[in-house]
């Protein structure tokens, strides 16, 4: 009985700690602002705190997210985020924010975050966004949500899952996204997958997406435009 308990108290801790673990470490003082030089001794999440000492109020400040991303480009998007690389301050504190832009039918292409919830408003236009569910059971496909997106309204997209936000309005569209995640990384499917450096030999992505040779040619030889700023 006491062994059974005490194999019951290690599963609920693992359990627990896997918890903890499923995000940035929680804090030990109130901040940790990053900064770039390498005599520092303590690194924390891959940061080195500055002396708190030499800390002030611009280190927790970042201007200029008035200002919309440039949209020349093929896939009519922008993602300005701000995280941890250009708000020193966020160190340490688990959270980030970006600024998404669209053109009339720009596309903010499939992709996931490794390190984040993404949590999403929209301040203009109208957004068709989905995600889809990892792998199911044997036998059934990836299941997808989806919702059409108007001014105000808030959509949550989860750890690690492919998403997208599609503007499928006349105009401009602006969201603005939280994101549990001082550094949460961008995997964008395509450019991984298609136009990596180098490239992934073709054979496996052949097999993988069970088309003929050429179709993967073709999607390796395209220049994968990458949306993300910093
Ligand atoms: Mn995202």
Redesign the pocket.
């Known amino acids: 009985m006491a062994l059974r308990f005490l194999i019951l108290a290690f599963a609920i801790l693992a359990m627990a700690s896997s918890v903890a673990h499923a995000s940035d470490p929680s804090q030990l003082q109130d901040f940790c602002v990053a900064i770039n030089d390498s005599k520092a001794a303590v690194f924390v999440n891959g940061k080195i705190c500055k002396n708190p000492m030499e800390v002030n109020a611009d280190d927790f400040l970042f201007q200029g997210l008035n200002k919309p991303g440039n949209l020349s480009n093929p896939l009519g998007s922008a993602v300005t985020a701000v995280n941890v690389n250009n708000l020193e301050g966020l160190n340490t504190l688990g959270i980030s924010l970006a600024r998404i832009d669209f053109a009339p039918y720009g596309l903010n292409p499939p992709?996931t975050?490794p390190r984040a919830t993404?949590v999403l408003t929209v301040l203009e236009g109208t957004l068709y966004v989905g995600f889809v569910l990892s792998n199911p059971a044997p036998g059934m496909k990836n299941k997808l949500f989806t919702k059409t997106l108007y001014p105000g309204d808030v959509f949550v997209?989860p750890e690690g899952l492919i998403?997208f936000q599609f503007n499928i309005g006349h105009s401009n569209a602006i969201a603005f996204?939280g994101l549990s995640s001082q550094n949460p990384g961008v995997i964008t499917i395509a450019n991984a997958v298609f136009g990596s450096d180098p490239p992934i030999n073709p054979d496996v992505l052949t097999k993988a997406f069970q088309v003929e040779n050429k179709v993967i040619e073709y999607l390796q030889s395209q220049f994968w435009y990458n949306n993300n700023n910093n």
């Open positions: 992709h975050h993404e997209f998403h996204a």
